[in-house]
Structures are given as C-alpha cells and as structure tokens.
Nanobody, 122 residues
Framework: VQLQASGGGLVQAGAFLRISCSAS????????MGWFRQAPGKEREFVAV??????YYTDSVKGRYAISRDNAKNTLYLQMNSLRPEDTAVYYC??????????????????WGQGTEVTVSS
C-alpha cells in the first residue's frame, strides 16, 4: 500500500492550499481516509477524516478545512482555507477501517503516507 501526499508548500497567513493524497495497493472505497498533522516539537494530531462518507474535523479546523475524496481516482483531498501560522505542520494521509472510538487516534489507521509539509508564515 502506498499513500503519496503532495501539494504542500509555503504560504502566508490567510491564504489557501489544497493538498492531495494518491492511494495505491488497496481497495480505496473500502477505507476511511483522513489526515493527521505534526507540528515541530508536538505530537501527531488528528485533522480530518471521511468516515462512512461523512466528514469529521478537529475543532481547530472546522469551517476552514474541507476534506473530500474521488473514489474513481483513488485520491483524497484537503482544502485548507484561511490558513494560520499554527497550521504549520507535516500533513500525513492515512487509511483505515475505523471505529467510532478510535477515528481520532493514530492507532485507528493501518496505513500512513510519508507526509507533505505545510508552512504558514505570519
């Protein structure tokens, strides 16, 4: 299984960015797909997931981020608007068959991509 994230970069606060994750080696439709992030010196944290076709977000990105997937292209997206310096992190694409009690935890996902770096300057 490979999860290839792309689209990260350096942007100014208030800008937008869309990152993508191309998946291969798994039956894409059968998996919940999501994003985690890890800021320098901090633990990896849940960002968003599409679970049973429904999106879930961590509170800090609600209203600013939108997660979507294209099952025909085996691709996951994260549209990030109104970016803030505190959004700076490496963003990881994840795949798993999650349960309600674990979808916000790293243990809930079997497959991880290599990450794409997002830097937001103030």
């Amino acid at each position: 299984v490979q999860l290839q994230a792309s689209g990260g970069g350096l942007v100014q606060a208030g800008a937008f960015l869309r990152i993508s994750c191309s998946a291969s080696g798994l039956t894409f439709n059968n998996y919940d797909m999501g994003w985690f992030r890890q800021a320098p010196g901090k633990e990896r944290e849940f960002v968003a997931v599409i679970r049973r076709r429904n999106p879930y977000y961590t509170d800090s990105v609600k209203g600013r981020y939108a997660i979507s997937r294209d099952n025909a292209k085996n691709t996951l997206y994260l549209q990030m608007n109104s970016l803030r310096p505190e959004d700076t992190a490496v963003y990881y694409c994840v795949a798993g068959q999650t349960i309600l009690s674990s979808y916000q935890t790293t243990a809930g996902y079997r497959y991880w991509g290599q990450g794409t770096e997002v830097t937001v300057s103030s």
